[in-house]
């Protein structure tokens, strides 16, 4: 089973500043999956890769294969950055389904 | 923009009755998924489900769950006979294909077990 490690658990961060979040995974995977799940419950898609690096807007992506590691960053963070992000790795082993992780709760304070 | 759709929002039922939970994919998206979520928790994996049939179920799916693709916009998940511990958030996914897209996600229907 792909055990999905994600830090950190909660982060409060002041508007305009920049945030990491990571993700540490211990098997193989086909895509990593970034998803941001708001306060009301719904799930949206951020980001899928399998390599190298992806952007849009103030968001950025980023997967390192080798060490099972995938980290996002939000540039400029903004109060309607507060949500719950999660990494979501999955793997044609088991059907593309998404393994979520526990994820981490962002609050931006203005 | 094309969206996943989901109803009921909210269902309700008594410990033992069967519930039908409702999702209409993107239109042409091939692959399909069931994910749930008690409250407070993670989210998990359920079912996915292509070419008319399953294609992958985790340890949740067991004998009391079903799924169906009644016909070509429906899919729907069955519960037989519903316990308390089944009470969560259950969200419908689809995506266009398998392991290189995204998956998009419907609002959730909010089952709650009494």
């Known amino acids: 089973k792909n055990e999905v490690e994600q830090s950190p658990q909660n982060l409060t961060a002041q508007e305009g500043e920049f945030i990491t979040i990571n993700c540490s995974y211990s098997?193989?995977?086909?895509?990593l999956h970034w998803l941001q799940q708001h306060p009301g419950g719904g799930i949206v898609s951020l980001f899928m890769?399998?390599?190298g690096k992806k952007k849009h807007g103030r968001l950025i992506a980023t997967i390192n294969i080798q060490e099972k590691h995938s980290s996002l960053h939000i540039t400029a963070s903004h109060p309607r950055d507060s949500a719950v992000y999660i990494c979501?790795?999955?793997?044609?082993?088991?059907?593309?389904?998404?393994?979520f992780g526990k994820g981490t709760s962002l609050l931006v304070t203005p | 923009e094309p969206e996943v759709t989901q109803t009921p929002s909210h269902q309700v039922t008594q410990m033992g009755q069967e519930v039908i939970l409702r999702c209409v994919p993107i239109?042409?998206?091939?692959?399909f998924y069931w994910y749930r979520q008690i409250l407070g928790q993670k989210v998990e994996f359920l079912v996915s489900?292509?070419?008319?049939?399953?294609?992958?179920k985790s340890e949740i799916f067991d004998d009391q769950f079903s799924v169906e693709r009644p016909d070509g916009s429906n899919f729907t998940l069955k519960i037989r006979s519903t316990k308390l511990e089944d009470s969560a958030m259950y969200f419908c996914?689809?995506?266009?294909?398998?392991?290189?897209?995204?998956?998009?996600f419907g609002p959730g229907t909010r089952l709650t077990v009494l």
């Open positions: 996914a689809s995506s266009e294909m398998g392991g290189y897209n995204e998956q998009f």
């Open positions: 098997v193989g995977i086909s895509a």
């Open positions: 890769l399998s390599s």
């Open positions: 979501a790795p999955s793997s044609s082993n088991s059907g593309y389904a998404l393994n």
């Open positions: 239109s042409n998206h091939l692959y």
């Open positions: 489900f292509y070419n008319n049939e399953i294609s992958e």
